[in-house]
């Protein structure tokens, strides 16, 4: 009888196909978390809003200002210089030159400003309205690093069965070529095996092309090259979605969503702008104080700024200064009418965030269920599957398969492993979505993640 693929063999290219690279894990590979930390250091969409949110602390800064004394300096020196004709009688003795040096501090201390207290709130929300975003930059970047990190591991998983696959069909081919060879098959079983290896070596470059890809961008995200994802360890259990109920994740989404509380700060900024507006009724009330020192110098007699003698003069004063507009065009009622407006646009975008954060999660959790039922549909396909082709294997030494049979099975099974391979990292892509979608997604959500991974 012509050899056929032992069982041993066969066992070892279905471990190959089902597990990928997972039994040859590089010895340096880098978890999610780790990566995270590099992304960080270097994507720059992020690195954009983190400098946007550290402007916004500067801007606060500037509007404590306001609420704060003010300090001024002024120094000035003038030249004059006078020479009368003389046959003006009273200017015998006033020709000549003289100088006037001065220097003035003055200062304002804001007693009353209705203005200046609402610009300093509106800072504050802004200032909160800044971190909200960095918190959805962070939570983009930990999404879209987990995709490029799960996409190289599918493709290598891909490359995995694409490389078992052509390997279990060359030795179906084998078999076939020897089985003409002694007369016990037709030409037909070596052509349809020669078909099959000849796709799957196609299909074996496309799939490496594929990773090579994959590869790239993940490398360019982190800004590293040949990083080295960790495959999941197997056996894995899925961890379950806590809190199990839609309307949970719901609930959390429109009270904690970063998208939903930036609405409600700028909701907030809008209903202090009405107040700022309203605020040009009203009047300031200020403490000033101001001092001056003056050095007159030059010929005696001859009349300055400061009189016809020379020497230092000193003035001060204090008090309290009162400013408040009693008619402006119409220019507040009507920014008081703009405001109002702006703050309804303010309120309808908050309903919208709410709304949008409410679909997005739903959505998000129904596609999570689909993938964890999906990767349970798969397990139980992968074990028929195996057993299918162990029969087909069976029936076809015995003669009632032919080897057309064999490869349809060994087709099957492989692209069932690649495929629960694939719905497993969905699986956690989706949760790590969810939590997204909820507004939760942190940091420490890529450390669970990890814990699915090899060491």
Same mark, same amino acid.
């Given at each position: ?19 990928? &690279? ?10 999610? %978390?780790? $990566? ?56 015998? @003795? ?12 003055? @200062?304002?201390?804001?007693? &009353? ?13 802004? $200032? ?5 975003? =960095? ?9 879209? =690093? ?14 995995? +069965? ?21 007369? *016990? %098959? ?19 470059? #496309? ?17 590293? +090259? ?10 894995? !259990? ?45 009047? *300031? ?14 010929? #005696? @007699? ?55 954060? !409410?679909? !997005? ?15 349970? !549909? ?9 057993? %299918?082709?162990?029969? *087909? ?22 692209? *069932? ?10 699986? $956690?892509?989706?949760? $790590?979505?969810?939590?997204? %979608?909820? @507004? ?16």
């Amino acid at each position: 009888m012509p050899r056929r693929p032992t069982p041993r063999r066969l066992t070892a290219l279905l471990l190959a196909a089902g597990l990928g &690279f997972g039994l040859t894990a590089p010895l340096h590979a880098q978890t999610l %978390a780790e $990566l995270f930390e590099a992304a960080r250091t270097y994507d720059a969409t992020y690195l954009a809003a983190r400098a946007q949110a550290d402007a916004a602390q500067y801007r606060k800064a500037q509007a404590d200002a306001l609420a704060r004394p003010t300090l001024g300096l002024q120094a000035q020196t003038a030249q004059t210089y006078r020479d009368q004709p003389s046959s003006i009688p009273s200017a015998a @003795g006033n020709d000549g030159s003289g100088n006037v040096t001065s220097a003035a501090l003055s @200062g304002r201390y804001p007693l &009353f400003n209705r203005a200046n207290d609402a610009s300093i709130a509106q800072a504050e929300r802004a $200032l909160a309205v800044a971190q909200a975003e =960095l918190t959805l930059a962070e939570q983009d970047l930990i999404v879209r =690093l987990s995709q490029a990190y799960f996409d190289v591991l599918v493709a290598i998983e891909t490359v995995a +069965t694409a490389k078992a696959s052509k390997a279990a069909i060359a030795e179906q081919l084998a078999a076939a070529r020897r089985n003409f060879e002694v007369g *016990t %098959a037709t030409i037909t079983d070596t052509r349809e095996a020669q078909a099959r290896f000849d796709l799957a070596r196609a299909q074996e470059i #496309s799939a490496e092309n594929d990773l090579l890809v994959k590869r790239i961008a993940l490398d360019q995200l982190v800004g590293r +090259t040949g990083v080295q994802p960790r495959p999941l360890a197997l056996p894995v !259990a899925l961890p379950p979605t806590v809190p199990a109920g839609i309307d949970d994740w719901v609930g959390l989404a429109e009270s904690a969503h970063p998208q939903v509380r930036r609405a409600q700060l700028a909701l907030d900024v809008a209903t202090l702008e009405i107040d700022k507006a309203r605020a040009g009724r009203l009047p *300031t009330v200020d403490v000033v104080a101001s001092w001056q020192t003056s050095y007159n110098s030059g010929t #005696s @007699g001859l009349g300055t700024s400061l009189g016809p003698y020379s020497g230092s003069f000193n003035n001060g004063q204090i008090g309290v200064q009162l400013n408040w507009p009693l008619y402006t065009g119409g220019a507040v009622d009507n920014r008081i009418r703009e405001t109002l407006s702006l703050q309804d646009k303010a309120r309808n975008d908050l309903e919208a965030a709410r709304r949008g954060v !409410a679909q !997005a999660t739903r959505q998000a959790f129904t596609g999570l269920k689909s993938g964890e039922a999906a990767v349970g !549909a798969l397990e139980a396909a992968e074990a028929s599957s195996k057993l %299918a082709l162990e029969a *087909t294997q069976t029936g076809y030494r015995v003669g009632v398969r032919v080897n057309l049979d064999v490869l349809n099975a060994q087709s099957q099974l492989f692209a *069932t492993q690649r495929d629960l391979a694939a719905a497993r990292y969905n699986v $956690l892509l989706g949760t $790590l979505r969810l939590r997204q %979608a909820a @507004g939760t997604l942190s940091a420490a959500d890529l450390e669970a993640v990890s814990r699915l991974l090899q060491p």
